[in-house]
């Protein structure tokens, strides 16, 4: 619920021209998640079917917001953000340029997501994504 009222609040501080507030609380989303993932150990998708009848009347809600729906699947697993420039790592996962690039250039040579160990950095752009 919190999460959904920080989305809440991103959308209207976007609405309301505040876009230097968006960043500072899209990291909060993503803080929350994370914290969401470690303390209960499930991922977003169970943890939300979980919490909501059925992806039916999400659909509804959705619409009736008119704000589109966005799968998962388009967000980088690093900042939450729509994925701009989606590439694919060597296990095999996708994540935004920007966010595994400067995650590599941290020294990280694990993968965020299953923390696999990267054979090398080389990043191939996710066409079909």
């Known amino acids: 619920r919190e999460i959904e009222l920080l989305e809440e609040e991103m959308r209207n501080q976007n609405k309301l021209g505040a876009d230097q507030n968006v960043p ?3 990291s909060l989303v993503g803080f929350m998640h ?3 993932c ?11 079917a979980q919490l909501q009848p059925s992806s039916k009347d999400q659909v509804s809600r959705t619409e009736s917001e008119d704000v ?3 799968p998962d699947d388009f967000r980088c697993p690093i ?3 729509l994925m701009r ?8 996962q996708t994540y935004d340029l920007s966010s595994i690039t400067r995650w590599i250039e941290e020294g990280h040579c694990t ?5 696999q160990k990267l054979l ?5 752009p996710n066409h079909a994504l």
């Open 120 to 124: 090398h950095t080389n990043l191939i």
């Open 111 to 115: 993968c965020p997501k299953n923390g």
């Open 79 to 81: 900042s939450l953000d």
């Open 24 to 26: 500072i609380i899209n």
């Open 85 to 92: 420039e989606p590439v694919i790592v060597s296990t095999g």
């Open 34 to 36: 994370y914290c969401k």
């Open 38 to 48: 470690v303390l209960f150990g499930v991922t977003d998708m169970e943890f939300d």
């Open 68 to 70: 589109p729906f966005i």
